[in-house]
């Protein structure tokens, strides 16, 4: 049987349209937006960006009279894929919790509304796809970010398009504004800083911050008055708040918070920007949460020591950051940037051989042939150099700036086995 979908532009199947029945890596050409679909046969897999990149959403048959029903962040669509299954199955995978299939390891062949309750594990570093397709996704009980899942070995979560281990869970800061009291009528979820807001709805009477923090405005592009907002409900917030129903924009404000015992128990405290000396404040630090942001912490003060780095998530022990201790005295906030850019050297001082680098590098060996990098020029971005191949062992942040030699991105040897873009978290 044959697949076919039809894209519109405007909500309730309205406005231009377009009709697909094979695989596109590019549909921008045939419209701009999409607010509703209609699949007719067959079940499609849609991408946020072209070639299959970007947010995913998997579509069965059915009409979609609004992206919010097929559970999208915005009116974005830019490529498409198709898919035959059987809805009998049979269906098998294994998740573990470690990269390469190593860890603790688990067997699917059903349906698991959270992925906690059975796997005793927030976080999934591999899976091997036996038979079936599948979807992942970021939240308990189908909700959040999606991963369309083919069968085959997924060796490291970026393997199947995800920035985080974390599965079925909240891996994601997420703001829900709706539009009417007690979280009713249309909403609108927001996961990151957002200029404009007024496109995506007209008012907003109560919001649901699921997780991280915000400052919301009532103007665009970060303006006007002001509104903290932590994690909770606001079921009426203009009472509370004694604002109008204008929300414009909002950002993101990054947190983590380190706990002195393992799962988030004991004295604690919360950091929303970088700190040369938490030993002060904490004795020991055995369990983290990272609400919102990316950070970079340090076994010792003014950021020496091994180095780990922490994105969104929830890390209930030190050995889920890789950690080997309780030791935890400084720490820095990641910003995110939109473009990658080094140069790798093989002698001190930018001597020797030299190479370009714009992505991950899952083996320097492999790639540019030599075991060592003695100094590096980093013009644009965040990296992450790793002493072992496939982003294993002691880490270093690298950050824009010139490194003449080894020893001042804090390496003890020359030895880099993988290279990582810090990307958005």
Known sequence: MSSKITFYEDRNFQGRSHECDTDCPDVHPHF??????????????LYEKPDYTGYQYVLTRGEYPDYQRWMGYNDTVRSCRTFSYTSEGPYRMRIYERPNFQGQMMEFSEDCESVQDHFRSRDIYSCNVMEGYWTFYEH?????????????????FSDWGATCATTGTSCVTLIIFYQDRHFGGQHYECMSDCTDLHSMFDRCRSIRVESGMFVIYDRPGFMGTQYFMKRGEYSDYMGTAGMNDCVRSCRMIPMIIFYEDKNFSGRFIECSNDSADLACLLKRCNSIRVESGCFMIYEKSNYDGNQYCLRRGEYPDCHHWMGANDSVCSCRLIHMEPSFNMRLYTRIEFGGQMMDLAD????????????????CNVTDGYWLFYEHPDYRGRMHLIKPGDYKRFSEWGGRSARVGSIRRILDC
């Open 140 to 156: 308990p009980n189908y909700r959040g970010r999606q991963y369309f899942m083919r069968p085959g070995e997924f060796r490291k």
């Open 32 to 45: 701009s937006r999409c607010n509703s679909i209609k699949v007719e046969s067959g079940c499609w897999v």
């Open 360 to 375: 991950d590098c899952p083996s320097v060996k492999d790639r540019f042939h030599v075991n060592d990098i003695f100094s």
